[in-house]
């Protein structure tokens, strides 16, 4: 499973920078992957993110990827 997180740099029409991707293992059905706000040892700054899922089998078939949208938040 291959999880890349752009985040959203403009609010009418959206732009997006990719700030990284997380690399997990999964198994068949659902999977849930806990998020620190941390990608390696970089903290994610304030703002809004999106997360494009994709998921992979051994054969190298890949799955339509699905985004969700989240945020980080600090003080």
Partial sequence: ???KIPRVLS???PRYRGVGTLRRS???GL???RF???IGRR???AGRYRAIITASD???NRSTPRS???RVARG
């Fill in 68 to 70: 969700t949208r989240f």
């Fill in 1 to 3: 499973m291959v999880l």
């Fill in 58 to 60: 051994a054969s190298g």
């Fill in 31 to 33: 999977n849930r992957t």
């Fill in 11 to 13: 609010g009418r029409r």
């Fill in 26 to 28: 999964g198994v068949l």
């Fill in 43 to 45: 903290t994610l700054r």
């Fill in 36 to 38: 620190t706000g941390h």
